[in-house]
């Protein structure tokens, strides 16, 4: 029920981070994976990290979600592949007090996670579609359940982003396609490194004393590392989740102040 051997999964952002464990899981699983991000060098690094014991076939495409032409050529090049998982995942935007925030800065986040997710699986749905064998999982944040502090434009279009998946997972489920999103907690990632640092020069805190302060929010007591966070979405890639859909999974050692 785990098995994707002969199934073909587009990774984004799986240069490093999340992404790039998330890959690494669904290579597990016997899938075929096609890295995407915008960084050749650490693609190819990546690329040699994924499992191949069930003869699988790895690839990796170069896209910068930022750039629109970029964004358009990857699309163009799925439309020629027969996809049957995708897992959305783009970095952040950079922090701010929302009050802060220039509108420029809510567009291009916007276009950057909102609109390529979007442009991307509507371009791969068809082959779910014909397949018979349809997952999207949507990488995002607590924030869809309660905003964080110092994240404003984050908060914002992470929301959009869930209500966006909901929507699609509410009108893609007649063809048997199943939408779900991941919400990562404080992972053991670079963005959060610069979190840390940023607050850290903000405080007058070290940067140990940052994260100490945030792992005690956690009740678990510890920042996750990303193959946490990918073992949840290596599961809703997978036949076992087939009856979960249209539903946001925080994986946050329980931080979430809410159900």
């Known amino acids: 029920m785990t098995n994707l051997v002969g199934k073909t999964a587009v990774v984004c952002g799986s240069s490093a981070g999340i992404g ?23 693609l190819k690094r990546a690329l040699t990290e994924l499992h191949a014991s069930q003869n699988q076939k790895h690839s990796y495409m170069l896209a910068d979600f930022s750039d629109e032409k970029s964004l358009n050529e990857l699309c163009d090049s799925l439309k020629n592949k027969s996809v049957n998982i995708l897992v959305n995942n783009t970095g952040g935007p950079a ?27 509507t371009t791969v749905v068809d082959s779910m579609k014909t397949s ?18 110092g994240l404003g434009v984050s908060n914002t279009i992470r929301g959009a982003v869930a209500n966006w998946s909901k929507t699609m997972a509410n009108e893609l489920g007649a063809f048997g ?16 490194n610069e979190i840390f640092e940023a607050k850290s020069k903000k405080t007058g805190k ?17 920042i996750a590392e990303p193959v946490e966070v990918a073992n949840a979405v290596a ?9 979960i859909n249209g539903i946001n999974l925080p994986v946050d050692g329980g931080r979430t102040p809410s159900l």
């Open 235 to 243: 599961f809703l890639a997978s036949p076992k989740a087939s009856y």
């Open 20 to 42: 790039k464990a998330s890959a690494i899981e669904i290579s597990k699983l016997g899938a075929n994976v096609i890295l995407v991000a915008r960084n050749e060098d650490k």
């Open 132 to 149: 018979g064998y349809g997952r999207i999982i949507n990488v995002i944040s607590t924030s869809v359940k309660a905003p964080l502090s």
């Open 95 to 121: 922090g701010g007090p929302i009050t802060q925030a220039n509108p420029s800065e809510f567009l291009q986040a916007f276009n950057q996670h909102l609109i390529a997710n979007h442009k991307i699986t």
């Open 206 to 222: 070290s940067v140990e004393e940052v994260k100490q302060g945030m792992e005690s929010a956690v009740p678990l007591g510890r």
């Open 177 to 192: 396609i199943t939408v779900n999103n991941v919400l990562p907690g404080a992972t053991n990632t670079g963005r959060l």
